[in-house]
């Protein structure tokens, strides 16, 4: 079946199979935020992006892939309410950039920040972080080279738009500036942008706004 991004909290996972890793997307509730299941086609290791809520539904999803890590993409409550049954059940490591780390109910393991990688299995995952939603809120980035890049955005882009700043121009400033110079200005349109809630889309598609979110300053 073709990958479409689209799920529904208390429906099934989406599961895209690139040729060096596995992509499940699942929607959970009380916000409906979409939490994402990568694991390394060659060894089965996993990491979690994003225990956000439904721990018996995460932890139904790892059954046969346990994630050795858990990546937090920043301090919301919403993305981070599973976490500590999650990583009770399953051991894993939590990771966090440092800045959102506090906030989170479970020790961090390990903080990364813009620049680090995190590696599971054959397959590396670059930390781009996103400053203006929060302080320390980080996206993934996955170059899967001819199976393209793929980014795990968290709240910091969406179809439509950055992240909410909450109408404060200094910090909307700071994250619509990140994201062209750390994201558009560098990835190419065939990027697959996986956010933090919601459906999928490309760099593609969103950047010929880009012009417009500045203008309107959200």
């Not at 500036?177 to 750390?182: C, L």
Request: overall charge negative; some cysteine; hydrophobic content about 40%.
């Amino acid at each position: 079946m073709t990958y479409t991004g689209d799920v529904q909290v208390g429906g099934p996972a989406d599961v895209r199979e690139l040729p060096a890793l596995t992509i499940c997307k699942l929607a959970v509730g009380p916000y409906d935020n979409n939490a994402y299941l990568l694991s390394c086609s060659e060894t089965e290791e996993s990491l979690l992006i994003d225990a956000a809520a439904d721990s018996d539904r995460l932890l139904a999803l790892m059954a046969e892939r346990p994630a050795g890590a858990i990546v937090t993409t920043h301090q919301h409550g919403d993305h981070w309410q599973a976490l500590e049954q999650v990583v009770k059940v399953t051991g894993a490591q939590v990771l966090a950039h440092p800045l959102d780390a506090p906030a989170l109910p479970v020790p961090v393991d390990r903080t990364v920040e813009h620049g680090d990688t995190i590696t599971f299995g054959a397959i590396t995952l670059e930390v781009i972080h996103l400053r203006g939603h929060t302080p320390g809120s980080i996206a993934l980035l996955y170059d899967g080279g001819p199976a393209g890049s793929h980014l795990f955005t968290g709240d910091s882009l969406f179809p439509g738009g950055v992240g909410n700043t909450w109408k404060d121009p200094e910090r909307f400033t700071q994250l619509y500036t990140d994201v062209v110079e750390r994201v558009f200005d560098r990835l190419p349109d065939e990027t697959w942008v996986y956010p933090g809630h919601g459906k999928d889309t490309t760099l593609g598609v969103e950047r010929p706004a880009l012009p417009q979110w500045k203008t309107r300053g959200w």
